[in-house]
């Protein structure tokens, strides 16, 4: 057989109706959770930015409309709402940073064969500690949104 060749027997094509079940499936590591939060947190995103074009669209329809959506909206589950939305766009934005870092820098890594027990070899110590970076600064921006939502 030629040294080349990596693997003869033929690929399984993925299973379809379970699109999120690639986020748990072993190995789990770290960067798998970053790529489902990156995910997760992008939709969360998408929805507010719908939520946020409604309810400011209502100024439209005059000063008592407005006045009663915001009262409406006036409420300490709203304003958790709030502050996962910071906490959403902190982590999209600064893992977003992360993934352009890895694309356009040395920090992935050369590729290696997948031996077992198949363990991320692209994860080293520099792609880890931006990711580290990333997880302190998402932390410290929702201690912000506590402070500036509760006062606290």
Same mark, same amino acid.
């Given at each position: 057989?030629?040294?080349? !060749?990596?693997?003869?027997?033929k690929t399984r094509l993925p299973r379809r109706g379970r699109?999120? /079940?690639?986020?748990?499936? @072993?190995?789990?590591? /770290?960067?798998?959770?970053?790529?489902?939060?990156? @995910? =997760?947190?992008? =939709?969360?995103?998408?929805?507010?930015?719908?939520?946020?074009?409604?309810? $400011?669209?209502?100024?439209?329809?005059? @000063?008592? =409309?407005?006045?009663?959506?915001?009262?409406?909206?006036? #409420?300490?589950?709203?304003?958790?709402?709030?502050?996962?939305?910071?906490?959403?766009? $902190?982590?999209?934005?600064? #893992?977003?940073?992360?993934?352009?870092?890895?694309?356009?820098?040395?920090? !992935?890594?050369?590729?290696?064969?997948?031996?077992?027990?198949?363990?991320?070899?692209?994860?080293?110590?520099?792609?880890?500690? !931006?990711?580290?970076?990333?997880?302190?600064?998402?932390?410290?921006?929702? /201690?912000?949104?506590?402070?500036?939502?509760?006062?606290?």
């Amino acid at each position: 057989m030629d040294p080349s !060749v990596v693997a003869t027997e033929k690929t399984r094509l993925p299973r379809r109706g379970r699109p999120i /079940l690639w986020a748990f499936q @072993r190995p789990l590591h /770290l960067e798998r959770l970053a790529l489902l939060a990156q @995910r =997760v947190s992008g =939709v969360a995103i998408l929805v507010y930015l719908f939520f946020h074009i409604f309810v $400011t669209g209502t100024v439209t329809e005059g @000063r008592g =409309v407005w006045e009663s959506t915001m009262g409406a909206l006036s #409420n300490p589950l709203m304003h958790l709402g709030e502050w996962l939305v910071v906490v959403a766009a $902190t982590f999209h934005a600064v #893992n977003g940073i992360r993934v352009m870092l890895l694309e356009l820098t040395p920090l !992935v890594g050369k590729p290696a064969r997948p031996d077992y027990p198949y363990e991320a070899k692209s994860l080293g110590k520099g792609q880890r500690s !931006v990711l580290y970076v990333a997880m302190l600064m998402t932390s410290l921006a929702g /201690l912000a949104g506590v402070v500036i939502l509760w006062g606290l």
